[in-house]
């Protein structure tokens, strides 16, 4: 197993998160980009990329960033 930020789980969570977020532009795209009376199929489409993707986005952040932490603590234990 490769040592590094770049090695190993890392690469593995962050392409799991590009296929939840290939999944949920799936499914957002044909149940909940619908036309209404106030918005366009474009508008709804564009809504729902944008909303899915910030948030895959958002959320691979927050677990990326703690998956790093504890590979290089702030603040190390004392026994």
Known sequence: MALGFTGGILVEGTLCYLALGVIA???GLIFFAKPTPATSKADATALTLVTVWVSVV???AMWAM???HQMVPLIYPTH
Do not use: L
């Open 66 to 68: 703690a998956y790093m």
């Open 58 to 60: 958002c959320m691979w």
């Open 25 to 27: 532009t799936i499914i």
